[in-house]
C-alpha cells in the first residue's frame, strides 16, 4: 500500500510538473481549455494524478475551474500582473515590520544572514558570470525565510500563496539578466536592499523595514515595466509572461 501511495505521488509531481511547465512557456495558450485525455497522453501519465495536479495548479491560480466542467488556462491582463507584484510587496513588508516589532532569534538571524552571503558569493566574479541558477535558489531561500521571520504562520501561508503566481515570484525575471544591463542592475540593488531590510529589522525600526521590503518588490514591476515599454522583444525571455493576454 505504502508503495503504491508513493507511486501516485510521483505520478502526481510528474504530472504538476509537466503541466506547469507547458503553461509557463505558453505552450498552452491563456483561455484554452485544457483536455485531460490529451494531456494525460502528452505527459505520459493517467488522467488521476493530472487531475491532481489542475487542481494544484487551480489553487496556485494558473488555471480556472469551467462551469460546465473542465479546466482552462487563466488570462491575466497587465493589472493583474501588477497588482500581484504589489500584493507581494504589500505581505512582505507586513513580515518584515513584524519581524522588527516582535524581534528575532539570533538563530534565525543567522540563517538568513547566511543566505545573504551566499548570495554575495553568486555575484563573483561578476554580474554577468554569475549561476543564475544558484542565484535564484538562493534568492527563493530569502524571501521564505524572510516570511517566516514575521512570526505568522497565517502570514507565510499567505506570502507562498501569493508568490505562486510566476510573474509574482521574487525570481520572475531571473535568468533573462543575460539579455539585458537593466536586469542585471536590479540584482545588484535587490541584494543591497536584502542587507537593508534585515539592517531595520535587527535595530527595530519596523515602519523602515516594511517600506524597504515594499520597495523591494518593486523591482519586479520596473523590470516588467523594462519589457513592455523599453524592450517587447524581451518578452519572450521571461517565462511568467507568457501568461499575460495582450
Not at 552571503?117 to 558570470?129: G, M, N, T, V
Not at 542587507?195 to 518588490?217: C, Q
Amino acid at each position: 500500500m505504502a508503495g503504491e501511495q508513493g507511486l501516485g505521488r510521483q505520478q502526481t509531481e510528474k504530472a504538476l510538473s509537466g503541466l506547469r511547465d507547458l503553461v509557463l512557456k505558453g505552450e498552452i495558450a491563456a483561455g484554452e481549455r485544457l483536455s485531460e485525455v490529451l494531456l494525460a497522453g502528452r505527459l505520459k501519465v493517467s488522467r488521476t494524478p493530472l487531475r491532481a495536479a489542475l487542481q494544484k495548479l487551480e489553487l496556485e491560480g494558473l488555471v480556472d475551474l469551467i462551469p460546465s466542467g473542465g479546466y482552462q488556462v487563466r488570462r491575466f491582463s497587465q493589472d493583474d500582473v501588477i497588482d500581484a507584484i504589489e500584493l507581494r510587496g504589500v505581505l512582505e513588508g507586513t513580515a518584515a515590520r513584524l519581524a522588527a516589532e516582535r524581534g528575532v532569534a539570533p538563530i534565525k538571524f543567522k540563517a538568513i544572514h547566511e543566505v545573504v552571503r551566499k548570495l554575495d558569493e553568486a555575484f563573483e566574479p561578476s554580474a554577468l558570470e554569475m549561476d543564475f541558477d544558484r542565484y535564484a535558489a538562493l534568492n527563493g531561500r530569502f524571501h521564505a525565510q524572510l516570511a517566516e521571520l514575521s512570526g505568522s504562520n497565517l502570514l507565510v501561508r499567505e506570502l507562498e500563496r501569493a508568490r505562486s503566481l510566476p510573474f509574482a515570484s521574487p525570481n520572475a525575471f531571473v535568468g533573462a539578466e543575460g539579455h539585458a544591463h537593466a536586469f542585471q542592475q536590479t540584482l545588484i540593488v535587490g541584494q543591497a536592499q536584502h542587507k537593508a531590510i534585515l539592517s531595520a529589522i535587527e535595530l527595530r525600526e519596523g515602519s523602515r523595514a516594511e517600506a524597504l521590503a515594499r520597495e523591494h518588490a518593486r523591482l519586479a514591476r520596473q523590470n516588467l515595466d523594462f519589457v513592455l515599454q523599453e524592450r517587447p522583444e524581451l518578452k519572450d525571455k521571461v517565462a511568467a509572461l507568457a501568461l499575460m493576454a495582450g
